[in-house]
């Protein structure tokens, strides 16, 4: 278990120091397969932070390029929550029967139609995970149809049998915010126009990751798939908050390492969206949380990482 742990450094690290890390932590903790919780934290901390410093150190594109990168990495996965179960379930023909979240079953085969539900031919859920693997491989050309195709399913009326009623009336949910259908267009139009100028600005610069990345959302979906995961219950907001505070806190830790504001760009472009959609249906609600204690969540962090940077950089001019 304690190489784990090792995940959170990269790999030119890896490769140099792993073995003694591992040493040290056998060392320091004989017979434990895992190191006690400080200890976690710390070595967390320090993979996150020698990560950053790799990422500023990587000068083959502007830290503006990468901010874009990873807050369209950030929306495509925004825009898949709530999808998760409905395309496990298609992609395996599973019907989930009274399990259905939101979505009227209408079978695997676009002629097959379930009870109320209309005929359809794909999940709608397909267009935001096809964004979010073009966009880790680094193919922004290929994640800009996928997004204008969601703009196009939350414009068009109802009675399309490609994605059927879904993408209309299916709720998308987004931290502790008000819940988002395909009707609001300010999440996938900020994605269409963050995919448009990643795929003007030199795409062949752009970060490419690892099939391993979809580890994680493969997970997710098997989780949500099989044991009929209702991402409009309050477990579920609360577990979603978890992770979000987890990568604000990531965010936090590699700013004030590198001082650079990439970071900033994807927890603002989260934040504009899901506060858009606040200010549009301010009674929505879920409920989790006071609306007040949402809205500091929601627009704190921002300022936070944009001093954090500003001190991190003050401090390296005067050393």
């Known amino acids: 278990m304690n190489r784990l742990l090792l995940a959170a450094y990269p790999e030119p690290y890896r490769s140099r120091q792993g073995e003694e890390v591992l040493a040290c932590l056998s060392e320091a903790y004989p017979g434990r397969s895992w190191p006690p919780p400080r200890e976690v934290v710390a070595l967390a901390r320090a993979g996150v932070r020698a990560r950053a410093r790799a990422v500023v150190d990587d000068t083959a594109r502007p830290w503006w390029l990468d901010g874009i990168h990873m807050a369209a990495l950030a929306l495509a996965a925004l825009a898949l929550v709530p999808y998760l179960q409905d395309v496990w379930h298609w992609a395996l023909h599973i019907d989930p029967g009274h399990n259905a979240i939101a979505f009227p079953f209408s079978g695997w085969y676009p002629w097959a139609q379930g009870p109320g539900g209309g005929t359809r031919l794909l999940p709608y859920g397909l267009l935001p995970l096809v964004c979010l693997i ?21 414009a068009t009326s109802h009675g399309r049998t490609l994605f059927g009623n879904e993408g209309k009336g299916g709720l998308s949910y987004y931290g502790l915010g008000a819940p988002i259908t395909a009707r609001d267009l300010a999440l996938s139009g900020t994605l269409c126009a963050a995919c448009a100028v990643l795929a003007l600005c030199r795409p062949s610069r752009l970060r490419r990751r690892s099939y391993r990345w979809l580890a994680p959302v493969v997970l997710a979906m098997f989780i949500a798939g099989s044991l009929h995961i209702i991402y409009v219950s309050p477990t579920f907001q609360r577990g979603l908050f978890v992770l979000e505070a987890t990568a604000l806190i990531a965010a936090w830790v590699a700013t004030a390492a590198t001082g650079d504001h990439r970071w900033l760009i994807p927890v603002a472009a989260v934040a504009i969206v899901r506060t858009q959609a606040i200010v549009v249906r301010p009674d929505a609600f879920m409920q989790s949380f006071p609306d007040l204690v949402v809205l500091i969540l929601l627009i704190a962090p921002l300022p936070a990482l944009a001093f954090t940077a500003q001190r991190r950089q003050n401090r390296a001019l005067l050393e």
């Open 134 to 154: 073009a966009l880790l491989r680094g193919r922004p050309w290929i994640a800009l149809p996928a997004a204008a195709a969601m703009i196009w399913a939350g």
